[in-house]
């Protein structure tokens, strides 16, 4: 649950990283998520596979907001 909740927070900071000029926050986004994505795979780990949903849930949202958030910086030569 916590991960879901952490990888809602950072699609939500992921959104306002896309604005032009706040970009450079991407790389204090990218830490956060991926922070997000290890307490997901530790979710996995220690819950049965039948109510591990959640878990999965946040490392794929996670994982998202990464994906997303090194594209943008990729984009923007890493600054912008």
Do not use: Q
Not at 53 to 76: Q, T
């Amino acid at each position: 649950m916590l991960s879901l909740l952490w990888g809602i927070v950072a699609l939500v900071w992921m959104v306002l990283a896309l604005l032009p000029v706040v970009g450079i926050t991407n790389w204090l986004l990218i830490p956060f998520a991926a922070l997000g994505a290890i307490l997901a795979a530790l979710g996995l780990l220690v819950t049965r596979r039948e109510r591990n949903a959640r878990a999965k849930a946040g490392l794929a949202v996670n994982l998202l907001v990464i994906v997303v958030a090194v594209w943008r910086l990729g984009l923007g030569g890493g600054l912008l």
